[in-house]
């Protein structure tokens, strides 16, 4: 089972930008589609966007269309998030994993923290 790294995630005032990485480990990466998850406080982990293993988006939760852009780069074995026009809720560690099931081990995630 791969691994996977989370990274890019800081904290930013609202309506500012971030760009986070997932690299994974392996060779299970460019032949599934991955998601990217997050968990705010007080929260279950909520799926937020998921792109096919041909880097075609087939998910955006309703809460991040329009500001938020998943892609992938399977030569580098990465996927990123453009988080643009942050908002307060946002704020949460984010995760990468195969959707549905989770056929990696979870990383330790990256926090992202939006101050109003």
């Known amino acids: 089972q791969g691994q996977l790294m989370e990274s890019g995630g800081g904290l930013v005032q609202a309506g500012g930008s971030l760009k986070l990485s997932c690299t994974a480990s392996?060779?299970?990466?460019?032949?599934?589609?991955m998601g990217w998850y997050r968990r705010a406080p007080g929260k279950q982990r909520e799926l937020v966007a998921r792109i096919t293993s041909g880097g075609s988006t087939n998910y955006l939760d309703s809460s991040v269309k329009g500001r938020f852009t998943i892609s992938r780069d399977n030569a580098k074995n990465t996927m990123y998030l453009q988080m643009n026009s942050l908002k307060p809720e946002d704020t949460a560690v984010y995760y990468c994993n195969t959707p549905p099931i989770f056929k990696y081990s979870w990383g330790q995630g990256t926090q992202v923290t939006v101050s109003s």
């Open positions: 392996g060779s299970i990466f460019s032949s599934n589609a």
